[in-house]
């Protein structure tokens, strides 16, 4: 997939960011997400699309794939320096290894448990049998979004996998005066306000920093999923692991994840959490 400059097949990349995941085909053995056959292969064999893209397996073998891609994960650091990186860098693949590793830290070893009876485990969500992961889709959240889009263990422990096939990189100035002034737009956010409107208009207007409105918002779920980000009651995954799909909601029809979901500026910033992330980066003091 990557170059010892992590750089990617600029064709390959294309197809991928044409990829489309609801297009006829999806759920086959070969799923070519709309692109013709010689966009599909040549996208294949970089290593950016996958064959076949749809891929199940038990509950128990979705349990040991992301605790083993936990085993391999590396110091921290290796996650906060890409993701530095990532944000004047415009490489949003950087980006999408450091949620995926704060959620998989407490990530426990378990038999399934059904939550009241159903079909779903009680600790982390997937059924029993037939839990699906699109491989290319969640490849395409990577390379398009930079964050975490899918959140099943599955999920997770593929963003992992990919990310371990990065090399480490030394995040510039510029990336770090980036980060700086997204913690103190979050430090000087007013206690009423949420992180959801208001903030992410400043943080787009940060110099040096181009993100949609999806992008930022999933720099800030970043922040939440690291507790930096966190209310009292739910402080994020450096202190627990909770599942996504039954985790508290600021509403019914909220799109934002947890915890950041919650998060208000009165809560201000973990600095704890800060220090646990950040405390490598004199310029961020």
Known sequence: MYSKENQVDSRALKSLLKFDPFSSGRYEAESSGGLSDDEYKHAVQSGLLFSPNLITCDHGSAVKRLLLAKKQCRDRKFYTDLFIAGLASGRLDYRAGLPAYAIALNFPDHKFEPLNGGPYCRVCGLQKEGNSLARTDRNFDRFAAGGVIGSSPLDI?????????????????????????????????????????????????????????????????????????????????????????????SSPRTDWRYPVDLWRGEFGLDNDAVDYWFSSYPLLD
């Open 157 to 249: 422990a593929f963003y992992l996998e990919c990310h371990h096939l990065l090399f480490p990189v030394r995040p510039d100035d510029k990336s770090l005066k980036v980060t700086k002034a997204i913690l103190d737009i979050l430090r000087e956010t007013p206690p009423e306000e949420t992180a959801k409107k208001q903030v992410v208009k400043s943080v787009r207007k940060i110099p040096d920093f181009k993100a949609s409105v999806e992008q930022v918002q999933l720099v800030l779920e970043t922040l939440g999923y690291c507790s930096v980000l966190g209310t009292p009651e739910h402080k994020g995954y450096l202190h627990e692991f909770v599942n996504l799909g039954y985790a508290p909601r």
